[in-house]
């Protein structure tokens, strides 16, 4: 009975998957679909307004438990002695398509002004938490470090070791300087936890969670995203194509 | 009707399906497909449902579909069914047991992907909903929806409409003059489909998208939240396939080839009345 069920429907499915599974290792066809990405972040910013603010909740929104997903300790030495000494020498870079590389300490971004927001994290596997962030909004430090207007890009280089590179994201100017795009030193009112990042990970709230770079120690302006990593601007970009416009 | 009469309707072949209809209904068989098993493999990635704005592991799950160490499970509120072979446990073609929520055949691609499975859903995503505007505009314009969607009054009759059920649920089916049209639970099936349940399945995937409930909160609003939006698109695209299972066995019983081909040229040879 299972074996003649199973038969007839892998002779009803087998070409349509086979079929499906033959074209998604097709490169050809996969840019075929890769053109939806570019169609969907067009027409997202035609039709809506690009400095639409994401929704802020309430504290009685709060989820329970934030969860953390992807790096949850960075594990290397150099990270694990930083988290010891509370963060004390870390440093954060700025630097690139800037006139004043920049590298500030937690102290030094802590003091600068800072933007609280009560916002829903969506993860790319389909669940969402809302938690609470503080932290300095990227502009700020775009502003004081003199971006030129050549720069068409924000890359975020972390600390967070994924085989032999490190986690890196990217991106664009409109996100960037975006009033809920933020460098996030606190979660909840506590100091940013290591699950999530700390002690700095970007929130860029119109986008999918794994945007949101955790443990950046490196903000890099660049006119294009050829030079980083493999040229497709993230890290899950490069290596697992998910889309690089992830407000979907 | 006279047995003459009915003699010389039955077997004459009538136009049925216009070009705009049946180029949809194909393009929209693909693209349907295309989208029920790519979305399976996204919901693999999480294989929970909740309701409300937020939702991950910790919160209470309406649906889950998970493994113990021995069997695949399926939790719906406080039921719990086992489902080893298809559900949360299945081996897949190379022999190796697999804890994914939805087996390789039933997904896009076969392995897991979600990466792999967003570029086929977000590409087909735009086929589906183009073509289902130029249908609905071709539609409204050559009076498709109109004149053979629309029923009439009485149609919408209970005991027109409990009549039919009772008709369909005997397999008998509609024969001469009258085959060449919907009957009413056509009707109301297909008007179901285009007007309910496609924008809500195209809703509620943009409800779930960031960039769009930041642009126009009014749809992940509308719908109470992105999980609850996540749970609408996945009980619509579950009434999607219930409808596709009854529409193939609608077809079967009324005769598959005549009414392929009638989807395929237009052209429809009309059934004997039945006595």
Known sequence: MWSRRRLIGSLAAAPLVTGCDRLTYSEGFRDGLRAAEGLTMAAQRLISNRSALAREFDEADLSPVFRSNGTRHPGSPAYAAHAAAGFADWRLRIDGLVARPLALSMAQIRSLPARTQITRHDCVEGWSAIGKWTGVPLKLLLDGAGASPRARYIVFHCADDMGPVRYYESIDMVDALHPQTILAWALNGQPLPIANGAPLRLRVERQLGYKHAKYVERIEAVASLAAIGGGKGGYWEDRGDYEWYAGI | ?275
């Open chain 2, 1 to 275: 009707m006279a047995a003459d009469a009915t003699k010389s309707t039955a077997g004459r072949t009538v136009f049925r399906h216009r070009l705009s209809t049946r180029a949809w209904h194909w393009l929209n068989a693909l693209t349907v497909i295309v989208m029920l098993m790519s979305g399976l493999m996204i919901f693999n990635a999480h294989p929970r449902l909740y309701w409300g704005h937020a939702g991950a592991n910790a919160d209470p799950a309406w649906l889950e579909i998970g493994a113990t160490p021995t069997e695949g499970i399926l939790k719906v509120g406080a039921l719990t069914l086992p489902t080893t072979g298809v559900l949360g446990r299945w081996t897949d073609r190379h022999g190796v047991v697999q804890t994914r929520a939805f087996p390789g055949w039933a997904t896009i691609p076969t392995d897991y992907s979600l990466a792999g499975a967003r570029r086929w859903h977000l590409a087909f995503a735009w086929v589906l909903v183009i073509g289902g505007a130029l249908y609905g505009v071709a539609s409204l314009i050559n009076r498709h929806i109109q004149r053979d969607l629309a029923p009439s009054r009485g149609e919408l009759a209970p005991r027109h409409i409990w009549r039919d059920i009772k008709d369909h649920a005997r397999g008998r089916l509609p024969g001469g003059e009258a085959a060449a049209r919907y009957n009413i639970l056509q009707k109301l099936s297909y008007l179901a489909v285009i007007f309910g349940l496609l924008p809500l399945m195209v809703l509620s995937g943009l409800g779930m998208a960031p960039g769009v409930d930041a642009g126009w909160p009014w749809i992940v609003d509308l719908l109470g939240g992105r999980q609850s939006a996540r749970s609408i698109h996945f009980l619509c695209a579950t009434a999607l396939l219930g409808f596709i299972l009854v529409h193939l066995a609608m077809v079967v019983i009324a005769g598959p080839i005549n009414e392929i081909r009638s989807m395929i040229t237009g052209r429809y040879r009309l059934p004997a009345e039945r006595a």
